[in-house]
């Protein structure tokens, strides 16, 4: 089973910034996607951004010239910088990654992120 270790969520005021790191316990170099969700409460989980093994990135439309994902298949680490938070990106925020082949499809346990107007 692999593991999905999230960390560097935290409490911002309104436009400072955050990285979120998800560690995963197995080599990502097989991984199709890697990638971040968020979920604010009341409200769907929706795509913030993701990165496929060939470096494709999408981004949600709301967080577009904001946030930057990256991999980095040497450390088996995706991460997501967040610059100028505004309250509305106030959601726990998943990692997820998984392959095609075999189908595979993995969560995180979520990490808080929290920005004060």
């Known amino acids: 089973q692999v593991q999905l270790v999230e960390s560097g969520g935290g409490l911002v005021q309104t436009g400072g910034s955050l990285r979120l790191s998800c560690v995963v316990s197995e080599s990502t170099s097989r991984l199709n996607w890697m990638g971040w969700y968020r979920q604010a409460p009341g409200k769907q989980r929706e795509l913030v951004a993701s990165i496929t093994r060939a470096g494709r990135i999408s981004y949600g ?4 010239g904001r946030f930057t994902i990256s991999r980095d298949n040497a450390m088996n680490t995706v991460s ?4 100028s938070l505004q309250p509305e990106d106030t ?3 998943y990692c997820n990654v998984g392959s095609n082949f075999p189908p595979r499809d993995y969560w995180g346990q979520g990490t808080q992120v929290t920005v004060s107007s």
């Open 91 to 93: 959601a726990v925020y």
């Open 80 to 83: 997501l910088e967040m610059n």
């Open 61 to 64: 439309d709301s967080v577009k």
